[in-house]
Nanobody
């Protein structure tokens, strides 16, 4: 199972770090994707990383503000979110896709991901 955590209420311009931890399996051979959903809107791919941190993807809307990383020794992936904006308000989900030995671009589409966490709410508001 995957578990996303670290969401909360933050003021515009603030920062949060989301964590995605796994139980029952190791993330070492999985690409990780972060996605977000706002009610009434389509799910958005936010950021993805391959299993060995050799390739990352960022949506244009978060490029330069968010940083995806992972610590395979801790079986955890992270999404550092800086300079947060009200439009970043959403439920954030992490997901895992079997990546084998890595060194390739992570998948960008939610349908390609096999395991999903339950989501963590991020609210950016003054």
């Amino acid at each position: 199972q995957l578990q996303a955590s670290g969401g909360g209420l933050v003021q515009p311009g603030g920062s949060l770090r989301l964590s995605c931890s796994a139980s029952g399996f190791t993330l070492n051979n999985y690409a990780i994707g972060w996605f977000r959903r706002v009610p009434g809107k389509e799910r958005e791919t936010v950021s993805c990383i391959d299993s060995v941190s050799s390739s990352t993807y960022y949506a244009d809307s978060v490029k330069g503000r968010f940083i995806i990383s992972r610590d395979n020794a801790k079986n955890t992936a992270y999404l550092q979110m800086n300079s947060l904006k009200p439009e970043d308000t959403a439920v954030y989900y992490c997901a895992a896709n079997w990546d084998g030995s890595g060194y390739r671009d992570p998948p960008l589409h939610a349908a390609e991901y096999d395991y999903w966490g339950q989501g963590t709410l991020v609210t950016v508001s003054s």
